[in-house]
């Protein structure tokens, strides 16, 4: 049976998320991307509800169908209410849980007591959970071998980090950075590692921060460099993700797509319901300029893009929640993820055009939409990643994505396993 309504704690859960993107981030959209950062008291007011935490499992999952069951669909939803309050708000918003869940999928059993309760409740001594971050980026591919051109150098006990992370989301502001390192050059994609650094910079020697990134859109989200210099990390601090440190980073990715793209529709939603609004109020010879052809049958177009981009990732959603994650899944989150990336630029682009004049100043919030949907569109991987995966799945081509920016990030044979 194909069902389109939630369950009744995805509904409290997408109610709650609802009723805080309307009043307490929509009223601050231009205030906090002036400032460049979200008030303290919005993020903690946002921790209080406990919505980073509603869909991890009690134990390490590592794939397993029954402990993940309805989690990813109901991120999602919970995605989509923020993003619809504001996108660049969402993201910073949820910026210091970033590596709770990329824990919750890679860390073993000893790991995940360790590193995740402090990342959701905060230490016995502290007044909220810790902030985290993941660095899986890189400004320049390297060309000597396949994988990443950050370093982690094998010694006694441990390895040594060594490198430069860029696009960091919460760069430089978090207590625990999830490093994504390689360990034998030689082994490409095979021979890497996930490192989990504590400490923030300044306080964890070897590790500083570099540059903050400029960037279109989202303005209040702090993304910038994190650069490495034969920064010792214990050997327990290195997650294996149950034994298969591969599959396990799949799932990570597959979450960070998905989420993307539930951003992305909130944001489409969002610029379609503030063009319709508009446009019903404007009136032109007597009528709402809605009423025109022109003007209709683009808002009828931008409320399918809206509605299709929702049921593929929902759909999406679904699959990942049933598990296992094989080809066919990994290619409806590619698909989940790239048709939301156009469907929202369409969407907004729309917007500002059906607002005419008012849509290219700050008045309005259309035009802040139209910027940030760019660079939300990266944060989960190019949409020529996408593409290139959707239809390496369909071909039956053996995956050969190279590595940049929150790709796949498992190319060659190590995708290969986990997609067979």
Avoid at 107 to 127: C, I, K, N, T, Y
Avoid at 226 to 248: Q, S, T
Avoid at 354 to 381: C, H, M, N
Wanted: proline share 5%; charged share 20%.
């Amino acid at each position: 049976m194909i069902s389109f309504a939630p369950e009744d704690d995805q509904q409290i859960a997408m109610d709650l998320s609802r009723k805080f993107a309307a009043e307490a981030i929509r009223p601050h959209l231009r205030a906090w991307e002036q400032a460049g950062a979200v008030a303290p008291e919005g993020q903690a007011a946002f921790d209080a509800l406990g919505l980073c935490a509603l869909d991890l499992p009690e134990s390490p999952a590592f794939g397993n169908a029954d402990e993940a069951a309805r989690r990813m669909t109901t991120l999602c939803l919970v995605h989509e209410e923020l993003a619809f309050g504001d996108a660049g708000a969402a993201v910073a918003l949820w910026a210091p849980h970033g590596a709770t869940h990329a824990v919750a999928e890679l860390a073993d059993r000893e790991q995940w007591d360790r590193l995740l309760p402090p990342l959701v409740h905060g230490p016995a001594d502290s007044a909220g959970p810790l902030r985290g971050a993941v660095a899986y980026s890189e400004r320049v591919p390297t060309g000597l071998f396949a994988g990443f051109s950050t370093l982690a150098v094998p010694q006694r006990n441990g390895y040594a980090l060594s490198g430069r992370k860029s696009f960091v989301v919460n760069a430089g502001l978090a207590d625990l950075t999830l490093v994504f390192a390689q360990i034998n050059p030689d082994a490409g994609w095979d021979g890497f590692g996930v490192f989990a650094v504590t400490g923030r910079p300044g306080r964890r020697e070897g590790m500083r921060v570099g540059e903050r990134h400029g960037l279109l859109g989202l303005d209040t989200v702090t993304v910038g460099e994190l650069i490495f210099e034969e920064c010792f990390v214990p050997e327990e601090d290195r997650l294996r993700g149950g034994g298969a440190i591969g599959a396990a980073v799949q799932r990570y990715l597959a979450r960070v797509q998905l989420v993307g793209a539930a951003r992305q529709v909130g944001l489409s939603r969002a610029a379609y319901e503030y063009a319709l609004s508009y446009t019903q109020d404007r009136r032109a010879f007597g009528k709402p300029v809605a009423h025109f052809q022109a003007i209709a049958f683009t808002l009828a177009d931008m409320l399918m893009d809206v509605e299709a981009a929702r049921w593929l990732l929902w759909r999406a959603a679904a699959v990942v929640d049933r598990g296992p994650l094989d080809r066919a899944a990994c290619s409806l989150c590619a698909q989940a993820a790239a048709h939301a990336n156009e469907a929202a630029w369409r969407t907004a682009d729309n917007a500002v055009q059906l607002l005419g004049g008012a849509g290219y100043i700050q008045d309005f919030p259309v035009e802040k939409w139209l910027r940030d949907t760019r660079v939300l569109s990266l944060l989960s991987g190019a949409d020529p990643l996408h593409h290139e995966f959707i239809a390496e799945a369909e071909l039956g081509i053996p995956p050969t994505s190279l590595a940049g920016g929150l790709s796949y990030g498992l190319p060659g044979a190590a995708l290969q396993a986990v997609l067979s």
